[in-house]
């Protein structure tokens, strides 16, 4: 079966290299000439853990190549995924489809045959049926089914998700391309992985319904922190109490600074947007997002208490500035609305994150000293803002944390330590939904 993947982001990468394990040959295509030539050198653009012995071996295997020539491509392909991006639309929150439709557009060009058109990208509801209506426009003759396979991976746990998935949406209207997407996916037949088959519209939605739901779940138990701060109460012990019953479930109830990334902003907005669209306003991820908004600028407050009641002047060492551990997106990161308030009050901010230092030096202000390990990072600093999660942070040696540092205050905006054990070892340590020790 020949693939053609439009986009070789942490999507489109993930799913050809993946594809080509299930034994597809796949060619995946880039407009970016310079991320090509990267991955005809073996080199992979992005941080993702395992992708790049994924990509070595299917590519020495001869099932997985890299090009910016989408004709040559195209008119071999049975199967064309759309994976490119479709971020927020300045202004208005609204998907931005422009790569979408222009791909749409080369794609349609240079049909030869049936051919499967497929939105891996999230997507509006009806965009697939208009990208079957601007390839029609185009290509009168072209004979192809538009179909909508949503993709749930997570980044820095990517090809696991896609290789044992919770399911797999196939949004179709014609037997044929439910047949050739099965076929795609048959390997996963082995681990009984659900297929749920729908319409379009119902696969497109489905997708934005997942994340607006567990962008809910997140908000809701940063709400349940801020209470359990002011009556009295373990946000940890709440989640576990609620957690365990099998209705709610124990996953995505971990407080912490706010949700980023690359998808739960942007497909919030665009939900309530649609939503908006339709007439039918979605109040309640209205407020999933303003409760993440303010979840941030809460965390700007509490940084700002720990330290006294004034930034000004005072270093603050910050460990961790992607969204969440094992990626270098820096897309939508809490740092990016927490760390620029400080810096305008005066803070000194020396900061360290293993994998998004590169991507941070181009978002952040210039004013932030990088440092090249987490120890160096603590030299002088008044305070530790704990900000992701990565494993490498999880374990620090109190003893040299203590010894760099010229002040005791430690902002854990994770959870990752134990209240009292950080008190006991002379921290004046702050967390979210604990009773602070300090
Ligand atoms: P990305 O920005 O990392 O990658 C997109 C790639 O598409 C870029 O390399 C860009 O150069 C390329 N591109 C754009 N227009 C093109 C064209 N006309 N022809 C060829 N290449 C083109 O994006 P991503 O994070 O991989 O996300 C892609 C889609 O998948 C988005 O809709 C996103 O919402 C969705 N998604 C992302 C994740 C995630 O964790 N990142 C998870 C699930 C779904």
Redesign the pocket.
């Known amino acids: 079966m020949n693939v053609v993947m439009?986009?070789?982001?942490?999507?489109?990468?993930?799913s050809g290299a993946c594809f080509a394990d299930f034994g597809a040959d796949v060619m995946c295509?880039?407009?970016?000439p310079g991320?090509i030539e990267r991955l005809r050198r073996g080199e992979i653009?992005?941080y993702e853990p395992g992708l790049d012995e994924l990509v070595a071996r299917n590519a020495g295997a001869g099932r997985l190549s890299f090009t910016?020539d989408?004709a040559a491509a195209v008119r071999e392909a049975d199967l064309v995924f759309i994976?490119?991006?479709?971020?927020s639309r300045h202004g208005d929150g609204h998907?931005d489809l422009s790569?979408?439709y222009?791909?749409a557009r080369?794609v349609a060009e240079h049909l030869t045959g049936y051919t499967a058109i497929v939105d891996?990208?999230?997507?509006p509801v009806g965009t697939a049926r208009q990208v079957g209506r601007i390839v029609r426009e185009v290509n009168p003759q072209a004979d192809f089914d538009v179909a909508s396979n949503?993709?749930?991976?997570?980044?820095g746990a990517?090809i696991g998700d896609f290789m044992r998935p919770d399911r797999v949406v196939l949004g179709v209207e014609s037997p044929r391309a439910e047949a050739l997407l099965r076929e795609l996916y048959r390997p996963l037949n082995l681990i009984e992985t659900p297929i749920v088959v729908t319409g379009l519209e119902t696969a497109e939605l489905i997708?934005y319904a997942a994340n607006a739901f567990l962008a809910t779940k997140i908000s809701f138990i940063n709400e349940m922190a801020q209470l359990c701060e002011h009556v009295g109460g373990d946000v940890h012990d709440v989640a576990r109490g609620i957690g365990l019953d099998g209705r709610i479930g124990r996953k995505f109830l971990h407080p912490g600074p706010g949700y980023g990334?690359?998808?739960f902003p942007?497909?919030t907005l665009a939900l309530i947007r649609m939503a908006q669209e339709a007439g039918t306003p979605s109040r309640i991820v209205e407020a999933v997002v303003e409760v993440n908004a303010a979840q941030k600028a809460r965390m700007v407050l509490k940084i700002r208490q720990a330290l006294g009641g004034s930034e000004a002047g005072k270093t603050i060492a910050v460990l961790g500035l992607t969204f969440k551990p094992n990626t270098d997106?820096m897309?939508e990161a809490p740092a990016l609305a927490i760390l620029p308030p400080l810096l305008d009050r005066g803070a000194h901010i020396r900061a360290h994150d293993p994998k998004g230092m590169p991507e941070a030096r181009s978002l952040l202000p210039s004013a932030i000293d990088y440092c090249d390990d987490p120890y160096s990072t603590l030299d002088g600093a008044d305070a530790l803002v704990l900000l992701t999660e990565w494993n490498e942070y999880r374990g620090l040696d109190l003893d040299q944390v203590r010894a760099r540092m010229t002040g005791r205050v430690v902002v854990d905006l994770r959870n990752v330590y134990d209240p009292a054990h950080m008190t006991a070892r002379g921290f004046e340590y702050h967390c979210i939904g604990r009773v602070d020790q300090a």
């Open positions: 439009i986009g070789t982001g942490y999507v489109g990468l993930v295509v880039d407009i970016d991320k653009p992005i910016t989408l994976a490119v991006g479709t971020p998907a790569y979408v222009a791909a080369q891996k990208s999230t997507v949503p993709e749930f991976l997570r980044e990517a997708k990334g690359s998808c942007k497909d997106d897309r």
